[in-house]
Nanobody
């Protein structure tokens, strides 16, 4: 079974920063893609940022230039540094991985989510 434990969410004022972490554990052989997604109330889940094993990254349009994704392959952990936060960044942020091996789902494995609230 694959477990994803997210941390780092919370309440912050506009213009502030937060750093999210997501640690993966389980019997998988390898983790290919790691990423962060978010879902605001009444909206569909959207991709925030993804990172491959060799650290190639993609970012969603609204967060480019403000958020930075990184990963520690030795610790199976992915991070999301969020700067210059805006009220519209308020959402539940989910960690997701694409892994190979036991417990890995073809559609990806997901964390339970962490709330990020940005006040104006």
């Amino acid at each position: 079974q694959v477990h994803l434990v997210e941390s780092g969410g919370g309440l912050v004022q506009a213009g502030g920063s937060l750093r999210l972490s997501c640690a993966a554990s389980g019997s998988f052989r390898s983790i290919n893609l790691m990423g962060w997604y978010r879902q605001a109330p009444g909206k569909q889940r959207e991709s925030v940022a993804t990172i491959t094993t060799d650290s190639s990254t993609t970012y969603g349009g609204p967060v480019k230039g403000r958020f930075t994704i990184s990963r520690d392959n030795a610790e199976n952990t992915v991070y999301l540094q969020m700067n210059s936060l805006k009220p519209e960044d308020t959402a539940v942020y989910y960690c997701s991985i694409r892994c190979s091996g036991y417990g890995c789902y073809s559609g990806g494995n997901w964390g339970q989510g962490t709330q990020v609230t940005v006040s104006s």
